[in-house]
């Protein structure tokens, strides 16, 4: 699928927390997070947002020219951290200080996510509504994992739905056999990519 990606930088920052917003507002985990609709409405883009700051400061953000599709990319270098990530602490303070889950999310995911080897992290990729099913996630994703097969670098993720696990499965992404199970709540599913030749 011939699709027009850019690179976004911190003029696009808005557009893209609006279409990270909208493209979870019902997802398992953003529900979880955020049970009360209202709610949600009104914090989800924040905490959204900094995930957005954290790819614009240390990743890469691709996003579809017509502004329906973004994927946000991290680079993860060998080696257990050597401080506590600040991020979960941040997205609770930001979005919802008062909302546990806001940082448990983060602090869960965080303490499965593999450190043995370095990789390219994809922290979330969102396709508006309204063309989700074109395989345009698919082509979001195709640069970067080209670019890993060719240098040798495995890449993972967390899906946070049964349908969009199918989709990494289709990319070559493995369950690696533990989910990430919320308190009562749903699971995620921790997916490794080997690099993968010709």
Known sequence: MGVRIRQADTADREQVV????????????????????????????????????????????DLLEDGTA???WLPVPAGAPTEEDPTPALMRATADPDNERAELVGKLTGAIHPH???HEYLLLIAVSPERQGEGI??????????????????AYLEASSARSRRLYERLGFTFMGTTVDLPDGPAMWPMWREPQAG
Not at 35 to 60: I, M, Q, S
Not at 137 to 154: F, I
């Open 137 to 154: 996630g698919a082509a979001l994703m195709a640069d970067v994992l080209e670019r890993c097969d060719r240098d040798g670098v495995p």
């Open 18 to 61: 609006r279409l990270l917003d909208e493209s979870f507002h019902d997802d398992p985990v953003s529900s979880w997070v955020f049970p009360d609709v209202t709610h949600r409405r009104a914090v989800h883009g924040k905490f959204l947002g900094v995930f957005v700051d954290v790819a614009l400061d240390e990743g890469r953000i």
């Open 116 to 118: 043995d080897r370095a």
């Open 70 to 72: 973004v994927a946000l």
